[in-house]
């Protein structure tokens, strides 16, 4: 039948990580052991007192729908941790939204502000989402490298040069995914500058927010001028190890939360009940568990920046301070990233996710995830260490 899928599903190409996800599966189902370094996903189980209140949610019945913003006590308990974590005041009543995940917050951000040819300025390279969720709202992402040796904040001199009048946002994602880059405080506040000097939203995506290992944890929205400018969204998942229960939000000025309501009222209705009162005791409860966890990341990290930086034919070129991932850049000539990709699983056991996934500035570069556990992660550096070896030895 001719037509029978929307123009619009071109855009949408088969998510490259779980093209090696799937590779790796086969190859376990043939009996080898395959190291994952290609997940983006904490390794660690729901805290046990998010679970428990979940599952009282249930047994008391709280199975129908919930408002279409969240309900109360979890926009309250979000409005709390930005107030103790960051030193930010909104309204749970007006200016908060839960949503499904950072990732729907992210497409009800673009959605609420993007007009047809809006152009959002996004770091290259980028996590996969953000340039789709642009296209999808109307928009055009306008994709601007990264300086590794400056904590891979934005080119100026280009991001200066792509600005039209139909520029409408910036993106800031730190600690960022794929590179691990945390800003510093500098930074974000020429980031914020711009956005105020060109009026601009600032799109701030908060997916790492608990993982930041050395540097800043300021938030932009606590910069002068800039909290009616940023359109903060956070999510649940790596801070509280609760990928699969899909709880993040929207903080922002009444305007923006009214219209990314509207849209949730008719594209999600509400969030899952009984995740939504787990989520509510994550916020609330003791906040240990967030910083053993952290805890842990920051061990491994340190040992996979100091492995990595003794490996033949690779270079980091930048400082990985937040998130779980590690960026390094392929220095052998002849190879692209993505036969590097493909070698290092056949040849030794290892996933790990082609650079130029993540847009073109990606390319000649690989993500290692290290939210595996500290003996996978030294199995699999060691594993990386000899495949790299024989490469180097052949050319
Ligand atoms: C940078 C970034 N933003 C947002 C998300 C979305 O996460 P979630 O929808 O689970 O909150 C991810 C997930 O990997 C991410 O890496």
Avoid at 123 to 140: E, I, M, N, T, Y
Avoid at 269 to 283: E, K, P, R
């Amino acid at each position: 039948m001719e037509n029978a899928v929307a123009k619009r599903l071109e855009k949408i190409a088969f998510a490259g990580i779980r093209k090696v996800f799937e590779k790796a599966n086969q190859l376990e189902a043939q009996g080898k052991k395959v190291i994952h370094f290609e997940i983006g996903r904490p390794d660690f189980d729901t805290p046990d007192h998010i679970k428990e209140a979940a599952k009282q949610a249930l047994d008391k019945g709280f199975v129908h729908y919930a408002p279409n913003s969240g309900i109360p006590a979890l926009r309250e308990a979000i409005a709390g941790r930005l107030k103790a974590d960051k030193n930010l005041t909104y309204n749970p009543n007006s200016e908060i939204i839960a949503t499904a995940g950072g990732q729907e917050a992210l497409y009800l951000s673009f959605l609420s502000i993007l007009n047809e040819g809006d152009e959002v300025i996004l770091p290259d390279p980028c996590f996969g989402p953000f340039s789709l969720a642009v296209s999808l709202a109307g928009g055009v992402p306008v994709k601007i490298g990264l300086q590794p040796k400056q904590n891979y904040s934005y080119d100026w001199e280009a991001v200066k040069q792509a600005l039209s009048p139909r520029t409408k946002a910036i993106v800031v994602n730190s600690p960022h995914n794929p590179t691990g880059g945390v800003l510093s405080e500098d930074q974000l506040k020429a980031v914020a500058a711009f956005a105020c000097e060109h009026k601009l939203w600032l799109i701030c995506d908060d997916a790492y927010d608990h993982l930041v290992y050395e540097g800043c944890r300021l938030s932009p929205a606590a910069l002068q001028g800039m909290r009616e400018r940023t359109i903060l969204c956070g999510s649940l998942s790596k801070t509280y190890a609760m990928t699969g229960w899909r709880i993040g939000y929207i903080a922002a000025s009444e305007l923006i939360i009214g219209a990314a309501v509207r849209l949730q009222q008719n594209i999600m209705l509400s969030l899952c009940t009984f995740a939504q009162h787990g989520a509510v005791a994550g916020l609330t409860g003791p906040q240990d568990c967030i910083h053993a966890m952290a805890g842990e990341f920051d061990r491994r990290r340190q040992l996979v920046v100091e492995t990595i930086r003794q490996i033949p034919g690779l270079e980091l070129e930048g400082e990985p301070k937040g998130a779980f991932y590690v960026f390094p850049r392929i220095i052998l000539p002849g190879i692209t990233s993505a036969q590097l990709a493909d070698y290092l699983l056949d040849y030794a056991g290892v996933a790990v996710v082609d650079g130029s996934v993540f847009g073109e500035s990606g390319n000649g570069h690989f993500r290692l995830s290290y939210a595996v556990s500290y003996e996978d992660c030294r199995d699999g550096l060691e594993r990386i260490a000899s495949a790299m070896k024989a490469l180097v030895q052949k050319q």
